[in-house]
């Protein structure tokens, strides 16, 4: 059996409960936006759309921004909407893991565990309406 990627979900909402200091925050926002992105990576692959391989100047996109374009430039509202809320959540893993001067508190764990929640829960919907 294959690994579930919301998995990383789960482990992310532990650490949110279980949060001691900002470590466990910091950490949490990473694995929830991860959960997010995976899903959303899977989502692309099983319903074959195809992948932005650049941007509008012809730059070449590195793979968080392919998949997170890739959806924004769909024409299903809801898949827009993952996109946009991807790329909101990965400016926040980002700060979450590179900024040392930022701070990550639980609400900010808490907002980022909601959103990719939300991009879970949408691309599984929108998988299983696409095969019924």
């Not at 998995?7 to 279980?18: E, G, I, N, P, W």
């Not at 200091?21 to 959960?35: H, L, M, N, P, W």
């Not at 995976?38 to 992948?51: F, L, M, P, R, S």
């Amino acid at each position: 059996m294959s690994f579930s990627w919301d998995s990383f979900l789960v482990y992310a909402q532990k650490l949110d409960r279980d949060g001691l200091d900002e470590c466990y925050y910091r950490s949490g926002v990473s694995r929830a936006y991860y959960a997010a992105f995976h899903c959303a990576e899977e989502y692309i692959a099983k319903n074959n759309i195809t992948v932005i391989e650049y941007d509008a100047s012809g730059k070449k996109l590195k793979a968080h921004e392919k998949v997170w374009l890739t959806l924004q430039k769909e024409k299903d509202f809801i898949v827009r909407k993952i996109g946009t809320d991807g790329y909101g959540i990965r400016s926040e893993r980002t700060r979450s893991d590179y900024d040392c001067d930022c701070c990550i508190d639980r609400k900010t764990l808490k907002k980022v565990c909601d959103k990719a929640q939300k991009i879970i829960d949408s691309c599984k919907e929108l998988t299983a309406s696409h095969f019924v």
